[in-house]
């Protein structure tokens, strides 16, 4: 490590950052026979007031209604759809809007700054889910105007991370796939295809975008006297954002694990990133010079045990309580 002194000065900064936020959220659910409803509206309104040493400042109320349904319809025992949609709302905080200059951590080359004239984000999400048996397969469109991102730009002498606001459209597919063969076999995969149609910032000129697709496979197997076995191969291929390219990753790892029943024993042997794949690499795709590259080093041996305490009883949840759960959770962001 070469460590050098540089002649920056320090900066200070004073800021007043005060937030009041008042909601208000209902929701209502029917089941028909094989069809489930449930209905959610959320009000919310949001008073921000960020102050910087008092010359800027962004000041802004946001008042809005934030819907989200959902209707489930079983065809079979084995065969169920699920539509849904929702919009949420996203303020920034403190640390996004606070412009103060700050050295990033993670890259030498650049520094963080937020931005005071950031808006919140509000994001309108469309899904429709599959299900068969164990096999999953789901579509769905994630749009916000107003979209919460990251831009480098060139300020005086140096690369500077700024938060901003875009406007992006996302088209995903995702498919699990789960199979057990002979009750001893076991394959899973779990698929995931993004694609950006939609990413812009005014000012600057959309570049080259594709689709990016992330795999993850894993192979177990059952074996005698309470040995099992899992092998955990994951991946990613470049993607291009319209801003940046980011690089491909992959990520190799192989579990061995002991049941000791009558102590409520288990004991196991993780090995990860056998094949050092867990590397980060971005470049900018727009007029600014800026490549980054480092590997994220998670190769590592674990050996460890774990005990339960007694007998152990799996609670049953039923699809009214755990969907209402659900429904509060989403409604609370």
């Not at 980054?292 to 039923?318: A, H, M, P, V």
Request: aromatic residues 14%.
């Amino acid at each position: 490590m070469n460590i050098t002194v540089n002649d920056v000065d320090s900066q200070e900064s004073v800021q007043n950052y005060s937030e009041k936020q008042y909601a208000l959220f209902l929701e209502g659910q029917k089941e028909f026979n094989k069809t489930y409803i449930r209905l959610g509206m959320r009000y919310e309104s949001n008073i921000t007031n960020f102050f910087d040493q008092g010359i800027t400042s962004n000041s802004f109320k946001i008042d809005g209604f934030y819907p989200n349904v959902l209707v489930q319809h079983s065809f079979s025992d084995n065969f169920q759809v699920e539509t849904s949609y929702k919009k949420t709302l996203i303020r920034p905080d403190y640390f996004l809007l606070n412009q103060l200059r700050r050295k990033n951590s993670d890259d030498s080359m650049l520094y963080t700054s937020g931005n005071i004239n950031l808006r919140p984000q509000i994001e309108h999400e469309v899904d429709l889910s599959l299900y068969y048996k164990n096999q999953m397969l789901s579509v769905g469109m994630n749009y916000s105007p107003n979209y919460i991102s990251t831009l480098i730009v060139k300020r005086g002498d140096y690369l500077v991370q700024e938060y901003n606001n875009f406007k992006m459209m996302t088209l995903y597919a995702s498919l699990a796939l789960n199979k057990v063969f002979n009750n001893k076999y076991i394959v899973k995969n779990y698929s995931n295809v993004n694609y950006l149609p939609i990413m812009e910032f005014e000012g600057f000129e959309k570049g080259k975008t594709n689709f990016a697709f992330d795999n993850r496979t894993v192979l177990g197997i059952i074996l005698k006297k309470g040995y099992a076995a899992e092998v955990s191969y994951s991946f990613s291929t470049d993607f291009y954002d319209g801003f940046f390219k980011h690089g491909k990753t992959n990520n190799l790892s192989i579990t061995l694990q002991k049941k000791i029943p009558h102590l409520n024993l288990t004991t196991y042997l993780v090995v990860t990133d056998l094949l050092r794949g867990q590397k980060n690499y971005d470049e900018a795709i727009y007029p600014i010079v800026y490549k980054n590259s480092s590997y994220n080093d998670t190769r590592g041996i674990r050996l460890g045990l774990y005990w339960t305490f007694g007998n152990q009883k799996l609670k049953e949840i039923k699809k009214e309580d755990s969907l209402m759960n659900d429904m509060k959770s989403r409604n609370r962001k």
